[in-house]
T-cell receptor, first 111, second 111 residues
């Protein structure tokens, strides 16, 4: 399975945009890029996913590099509630959902 | 609509004891998953099911068994608990494997 590399931690100020990077240089053509987040003492929560094109939803935006070797999760205005561990995960679109979680990026949001 | 629920929330076992964790979902999802999360780590897939009556092994299946007799329930069994199985267990379900919904977790301690 293709692996991802994320910074261990990042800090942001409340109400400012946050860009969370993810490198996946060994991504295959059929791998989707998924982002989940996990708030303290809770189960993971789906954020967004994409294949080739940039994606937007009510929670975030996903910017995918043209060569697909990296991607960035964008939170447009960070709130205190966005403080969580963010996981970037690759998964084969035709698979049965076997997500492989790494250690993720711990995002801290300062008021 | 309760989403994904897990029973129990906490449990302490002695080495060698057995127990069953119950995951229930009321969203009519076909896919269900069991993960474990050790301190400071990402989640690892134990077993999963793509439909009623079917199960498959994930990344770390040893020491666990599962059953999916009803579409809405996915049971995880530990026949003879070991201290290495001390962890937080998360269940997830979905219709689209790219968007999994997670339960709140079961914290298990094996002494």
């Amino acid at each position: 399975d293709a692996k991802t590399t994320q910074p261990n931690s990042m800090e942001s100020n409340e109400e400012e945009p946050v860009h969370l990077p993810c490198n996946h240089s060994t991504i295959s053509g059929t791998d989707y890029i998924h982002w989940y987040r996990q708030l303290p003492s809770q189960g993971p929560e789906y954020v967004i996913h994409g294949l080739t094109s940039n994606v937007n939803n009510r929670m975030a935006s996903l910017a995918i590099a043209e060569d697909r070797k990296s991607s960035t999760l964008i939170l447009h205005r960070a709130t205190l509630r966005d403080a969580a561990v963010y996981y970037c995960i690759l998964g084969y679109g035709g698979s049965q959902g076997n997500l492989i979680f790494g250690k993720g990026t711990k995002l801290s949001v300062k008021p | 609509n309760a989403g994904v629920t897990q029973t129990p929330k906490f449990r302490v076992l002695k080495t060698g004891q057995s127990m069953t964790l119950l995951c229930a979902q009321d969203m009519n999802h076909e896919y269900m998953y069991w993960y474990r999360q050790d301190p400071g780590m990402g989640l690892r897939l134990i077993h999963y099911s793509v439909g009623e009556g079917t199960t498959a092994k994930g990344e770390v299946p040893d020491g666990y068994n599962v059953s999916r007799l009803k579409k809405q329930n996915f049971l995880l069994g530990l026949e003879s608990a070991a201290p290495s199985q001390t962890s937080v267990y998360f269940c997830a379900s979905c219709t689209n494997p790219n968007e999994q919904f997670f339960g709140p977790g079961t914290r298990l301690t094996v002494l």
